[in-house]
């Protein structure tokens, strides 16, 4: 049974880091892809950085790149995202989702097959 734990999400100041942890059973992780998503209230559910665990590399959405950085730990299978120099507008419930495979590049939501429920990053004004 495939399963994704995100964790680590809380509320952080402007100009703060946290790192997100995404943990993951059920599957050869070493043979998946994963990515990072946020959904903020009223909008879209937005790829921010993916990794393909085939090969490591890794890919970041415009609006995030130099900011976060996604990162793993294949003995403990799970991905990281860091995130640093938070602003208000990364306030949103941040998933991270999982599909066979490599991939390459950010791909839509709709091609992962598997999601955790979410964590919440606040980050106030």
């Known amino acids: 049974q495939v399963q994704l734990v995100e964790s680590g999400g809380g509320l952080v100041h402007p100009g703060g880091s946290l790192r997100l942890s995404c943990t993951t059973s059920?599957?050869?992780?070493?043979?998946?892809?994963i990515g990072w998503f946020r959904q903020a209230p009223g909008k879209e559910r937005e790829g921010l950085a993916s990794l393909s665990n085939t090969d490591g590399s890794t890919y970041y959405a415009s609006s995030v790149k130099g900011r976060f950085s996604i990162s793993r730990d294949l003995g403990k299978k799970t991905v990281y995202l860091q995130m640093n120099n938070l602003k208000s507008d990364d306030t949103a419930v941040y998933y991270c989702?999982?599909?066979?495979?490599?991939?390459?590049?950010?791909?839509?939501?709709?091609?992962?097959?598997?999601w955790g429920q979410g964590t919440q990053v606040t980050v106030p004004p």
């Open positions: 059920g599957f050869t992780f070493a043979y998946w892809g």
């Open positions: 989702a999982a599909v066979p495979g490599g991939i390459a590049g950010i791909l839509p939501a709709k091609d992962y097959d598997y």
